[in-house]
């Protein structure tokens, strides 16, 4: 399935991935992902029925008690903003409706 | 000074024979005058350095137990936060990152007295085998400053090559510790999944990612990981199991040791010199009591393309946080786009070409329609992959492999197919996706003097044996006490 890569799918990918590329950009990972893909079909080789998912390779996460703790102040947590909102502990984002 | 190990350091330090504002100033002046010619460092931090150093050169003045590194420098990868310290994963999109906290490894470094020297340079987000994917330009490998150092832990491997630091911290997700170590002619060892807190390391994938350091020794590897590892309240993932004192288990005993060679596996793709030297170093475990087990890996051929499934789907979500928002580079192309113009602009100005490659794939066989195919596949087979190793350590207690299949490349020789570069991980990407322990160690050298890396991998944090191993090997060969001319 991988050989019809094709520029739309790259482009539909990287809509879903927030990236927007360039031209150039497009034609070449629509090769080396094509390259990558194909080079991947080997798995459908193996016989994996029955065989269980491996997400994680250890057994139950560690839990912690659910207490309070201290955690950052608001203007470190807010110190590597690109664009500081004027108001204290607020970050500042373009427009979102129109 | 610069040719000791951080064992030696520390014990001279705590005896007072040296102080470690002396020390810190020799590896300091040392990595200004061969930098420029390595750019193994994103960052130095000469002052922060000096004053620490002189903190503990005053408490010990005033009779105060000092930590179990104290006065050792140490160079951080530069995906590892440091409070106050700027951290940028070698990518544009952090270029201006200042932590406001400290990984777990980097706190418990200094509460062992270590004293942080620098952030190495890297991989953009650990993306990649040479460390051509930096921002920031590649590192050279101090034996041979026209080829690679291996990547993504470059900075940090050429750093204690060079002798820069007697001790770094790299992380590994498919080799990015060992690959750069066997590259550089240092040790560098890949502690078992969970047994380092990942929490403050800039997230590739985090079912395979792992912490660990560089050295000039085992012993010294023992070390740092027993001051490095156990438990944290902040990483769900960081294990329970206790954390014995490694050095301790550094016996040189590996009589009746099982030592399992994947014969099958490592034999078609390997250079004559690395062949020459491997066959060399199980060769010298024989000599020592080991006993050598031919055994079956019949899924580690697929390895490769398991690995790049799975960590580019982990990747491509762990990357969705770089938006531009609250942190980092925010494109600033127009000023009436957007949020999601902001978002896409942002992230295909500050991304590289490697990692923008690696979430577009991941995100693709994370994609309705291809998920089982892809990424279900993949985990899989991730399942066979482990389960040949849990079969092959009944029969053995470590398994020896080269480290890389190749010497270091020329610099510019793979970077234009990214398919071939993915290629050279081909015996280390294993070990994450099984989440063993695993250590390379220098075992000679190839043609034109380029070192040779002998990987070790051991069952499930059973890091003591792995070490007892490596450490046997090492007692017989000066390959680690090699520095390079520069």
């Not at chain 1, 360039?22 to 079909?41: N, P, S, V, W």
């Amino acid at each position: 399935m991988s050989s019809t890569l094709t520029v739309a799918d790259v482009e539909r990918i990287a809509a879903l991935a927030q990236l927007e590329l360039t031209a150039e950009e497009k034609q070449l990972f629509t090769k080396q992902l094509a390259d990558i893909l194909d080079y991947a079909e080997q798995l459908q080789a193996v016989d994996t029925s029955g065989v269980p998912a491996t997400a994680h390779v250890l057994g139950e996460p560690v839990e912690r008690d659910d207490a309070e703790r201290p955690s950052l102040a608001i203007d470190e947590a807010v110190g590597n903003a690109p664009d500081p909102a004027s108001a204290p502990g607020l970050f500042r984002v373009p427009r979102v409706i129109g | 000074m610069l040719q000791s190990t951080a064992s030696a350091i520390r014990e001279d330090v705590a005896s007072g024979r040296v102080s470690a504002v002396e020390v810190c100033r020799a590896f300091l002046d040392r990595t200004t005058a061969v930098n420029a010619a390595l750019n193994a460092f994103n960052l130095v931090t000469s002052e922060r350095a000096l004053a620490q150093a002189a903190e503990i050169d005053r408490r010990r003045a005033a009779g105060q137990t000092l930590g179990v590194l104290a006065g050792v420098p140490v160079a951080i990868k530069d995906n590892l936060c440091v409070r106050g310290m700027t951290t940028t994963a070698s990518s544009r999109i952090l270029e201006h990152f200042v932590p406001p906290y400290d990984a777990t490894v980097v706190a418990r470094l200094a509460a062992a007295d270590a004293v942080v020297i620098g952030k190495t340079n890297c991989d953009e987000f650990a993306m990649g085998s040479s460390n051509e994917n930096s921002a920031f330009g590649p590192v050279r490998n101090p034996w041979a400053q026209d080829r690679t150092p291996g990547g993504s832990s470059g900075g940090s491997a050429a750093a204690v090559a060079a002798r820069c630091a007697p001790l770094a911290l790299g992380s590994d997700t498919g080799g990015s510790i060992r690959q750069p170590a066997g590259f550089c002619g240092v040790v560098g060892l890949k502690p078992t999944y969970g047994r380092v807190s990942r929490y403050g390391l800039l997230a590739f994938a985090s079912s395979l990612d792992q912490i660990g350091p560089f050295t000039h020794t085992v012993r010294d590897a023992a070390l740092a990981l027993s001051a490095i590892a156990g438990a944290d309240p902040s990483d769900a993932t960081a294990s329970r199991e206790a954390v014995p004192d490694f050095a301790a288990s550094l016996t040189g005993d590996i009589k009746g040791l099982r030592i399992g060679v994947p014969r099958a596996f490592v034999a078609d793709g390997v250079d004559a010199g690395v062949r020459a030297a491997f066959d060399a170093a199980i060769g010298t475990l024989r000599g020592s009591g080991a006993q050598l087990v031919d055994i079956e890996l019949p899924h580690a051929r697929y390895a490769i393309p398991v690995y790049y499934l799975v960590a580019t789907a982990e990747a491509s979500s762990n990357l969705a946080r770089y938006d531009g928002v609250r942190y980092g580079y925010r494109s600033a192309r127009d000023k009436d786009q957007n949020l999601k113009q902001m978002y896409s602009r942002t992230r295909d100005e500050g991304f590289g070409a490697e990692v923008k490659r690696r979430i577009m794939l991941g995100t693709y066989v994370l994609s309705a329609g291809y998920y089982d195919a892809y990424y279900l596949k993949a985990q899989q087979v991730r399942t066979l992959v482990r389960q040949d190793y849990q079969q092959a350590f009944e029969k053995v207690d470590v398994i020896a492999m080269p480290t890389s299949p190749i010497p270091p490349f020329r610099l510019g020789e793979r970077t234009g197919d990214p398919l071939q570069m993915y290629l050279a991980d081909v015996f280390t990407v294993s070990a994450n996706l099984a989440g063993l322990p695993a250590i390379s160690v220098p075992c000679g050298f190839s043609e034109g003097h380029l070192p040779v890396g002998l990987q070790l991998t051991g069952r499930m944090f059973d890091e003591a044996t792995l070490l007892r191993a490596a450490d046997a090997y090492e007692r017989e060969t000066d390959w680690h006490a090699q520095a390079p001319a520069i």
